[in-house]
């Protein structure tokens, strides 16, 4: 009986944690989504509305008049200029950080744990702390405010995660698979190429993704390296808005909703690489 | 693709095939190789170079020994900004660590919509930083507009101006950071507790373990070496955090949100005085290399 009892008690129990680990998660999910969506709101508001006490999420009066203005101060070229640059950074970073993650796995060579050890402890060192004497030295060496200066700099950022996460992958493919397309007639790098290469596809995609995330984002190094108005990135561009527009609220949300639409797409189709890349990374070590 | 292939077919013929891997291999590595060393390792160099000379507006006037680092030290301002990237670095593990520990366990309760709940989660840090300041700042305006201020509006409360108020603004620039990031380490826990073995805890029950001992017992001692990655990594980006406090506090006011790394950007890339802000760089560079020779010493002590 009492056996019974406390069996029920326990269900009791495990429905209330149920009902309450829902609703906490829902407030959670609330707290990350709705500053977006407030801005998404704000972004397709009329000024008058935007002020408006009490204030209301879905707009009476849907327009876009915010999103015309900031097209007519030519944001567009900024949105270009950040695919630009990011393009450029990962699809390097990438193709880089694949041949070395190979040579890792599958050639002796001299100096191969402390190279890796480089890549690895690249990939702690944060670039802000180093921003400033690279800004010195771009000066010096007539890269500062270069159309190359911010796809040289994201790219090795990227690479040491390249080199980590395809590593871990072609580590876990046998060699064997090799060696069979090598009787098939395969020289090594085709083999390499038509046999190991579409397996890695998992690597790739997160390596790539975590490039575009970091690079298409980031704010300090496109500041503090591009001082021409035409080279701007959308961050960049978005920040001097502000400080000509600063009460502009609707055109500085359209803004924010423009530089946010790709990176969250991006993540939301690819999620799953990237949150297996990070865990998969941390699990093994 | 075509120079590798034709290189590997004259390698295979060669007659010493061991030195003929080691070239190709060290063909493959250096590339990357060398854009690292380049953009990481030299800056470095060229950063205790230029903090030991005096750079005011990118001119040279010359070597001047430790007079940037003797300046830097004897500045009280300098001292207070180590002590604010403290507070700034242990109050966001401080606030995002025990959500990012709650967050993981609700993932793994809830399933599959534990899955969808991560994903949302992590929503925020797919953003730009100083966009994620900008939005916020637009939040917590206290003026008519500011959701914030509208909110206690409806319970008759007046508007709290957070970035103005020297007491406010740190917590501030804190919980924005920590809205961004925390879900990243929820990432790495949530990986952390799928490995810990389900018969552990169905074990436990039958022992009449409470839920309270059995995260005790069973779920800390062995989450601990993801929670040590979690740790590392978060202290070293919130150490090196400087975009949310550019975007939202500028530093202000009255210098309550200038961390070390926000006096680099003030000196360095605003005064220009560029002798001093790489003394400052060179600084948080050690300190970078110090956080990550001791998590590197724990991490590998915590496997054996």
Not at chain 2, 173 to 186: E, K, L, Q, S
Request: net charge positive; with cysteine.
């Amino acid at each position: 009986m009492s056996g019974c009892w406390a069996a029920e008690g326990n269900d009791a129990v495990k429905i209330a944690a149920r009902i309450l680990t829902a609703l906490a998660a829902l407030a959670a999910a609330i707290v990350a989504i709705g500053p977006i969506a407030w801005a998404v709101s704000t972004s397709l508001k009329r000024n008058n509305e935007i002020f408006l006490v009490p204030p209301s999420l879905i707009p009476t009066t849907v327009t876009f008049d915010h999103y015309a203005r900031l097209f007519h101060e030519g944001v567009h070229w900024n949105f270009l200029n950040s695919a630009l640059y990011t393009f450029a950074a990962v699809s390097s970073a990438v193709v880089l950080g694949t041949l070395a993650g190979y040579a890792f796995v599958r050639f002796e060579f001299r100096a191969k744990s402390a190279m890796l050890l480089l890549f690895m402890a690249s990939m702690a060192i944060p670039g802000y702390a180093l921003l400033l004497p690279t800004q010195v030295l771009f000066v010096q060496i007539g890269l500062f405010n270069t159309p190359v200066a911010l796809p040289i700099l994201y790219a090795a950022h990227i690479v040491p995660f390249a080199v980590w996460m395809t590593r871990a992958h072609f580590a876990s493919v046998p060699i064997e698979l090799e060696h069979a397309a090598a009787v098939d007639g395969y020289t090594r790098f085709e083999a390499a190429w038509r046999v190991v290469l579409p397996g890695a596809k998992p690597a790739l995609i997160a390596a790539s993704a975590f490039g575009f995330l970091y690079a298409w984002n980031d704010y300090i190094t496109s500041t503090t390296m591009i001082d021409s108005p035409d080279m701007r990135t959308l961050p960049v561009a978005l920040i001097f808005f502000q400080g000509f527009h600063g009460r502009d609220w609707g055109a500085l949300m359209a803004g924010a909703v423009i530089a946010t639409l790709p990176p969250v797409v991006l993540f939301l189709c690819f999620r799953r690489y990237l949150i297996g890349g990070f865990s998969e990374g941390s699990v093994k070590g | 693709m075509n120079v590798a292939t034709t290189r590997q077919r004259n390698a295979a013929g060669s007659a010493d095939p061991a030195a003929a891997t080691r070239r190709t291999g060290l063909a493959l590595v250096v590339p990357a190789l060398a854009v690292v060393v380049a953009v990481n390792v030299l800056p470095a160099f060229f950063g205790f170079y230029s903090s030991l000379r005096a750079i005011f507006f990118f001119g040279d006037d010359g070597f001047v020994g430790l007079r940037n680092y003797a300046q830097l030290f004897a500045d009280p301002s300098t001292w207070q900004a180590i002590r604010r990237s403290l507070v700034f670095t242990f109050g966001s593990l401080a606030l995002a660590v025990p959500l990012a520990m709650l967050a993981a366990i609700g993932i793994r309760k809830l399933g599959a919509w534990g899955r969808v709940l991560l994903t949302v989660l992590l929503i925020p840090w797919a953003m730009s930083p100083i966009v994620v300041a900008l939005l916020w700042k637009w939040i917590l305006l206290p003026s008519p507009g500011g959701l914030l201020a509208s909110i206690l509006a409806v319970f008759g409360i007046p508007p709290i101006n957070l970035m103005s108020n020297p007491d406010y603004a740190m917590p501030t620039v804190i919980a924005v950071g920590v809205w961004r990031t925390f879900a990243f380490a929820a990432i790495i826990l949530t990986a952390g507790l799928g490995q810990i073995p389900a018969d552990l805890y169905r074990a436990a029950s039958v022992d009449g373990l409470t839920a309270l001992e059995r995260f005790r017992r069973i779920t800390m001692p062995l989450i601990a070496p993801s929670l040590l990655i979690v740790l590392s990594v978060l202290t070293i980006s919130y150490f090196n955090e400087v975009q949310i406090i550019i975007g939202l506090t500028s530093g202000g006011p009255i210098h309550s949100t200038t961390t070390l790394g926000y006096l680099l950007f003030e000196v360095g890339f605003v005064e220009l005085n560029q002798g001093r802000g790489n003394a400052i760089a060179i600084v948080m560079f050690l300190i970078n290399l110090l956080l990550i020779v001791g998590y590197v010493r724990l991490l590998g002590g915590g496997r054996k």
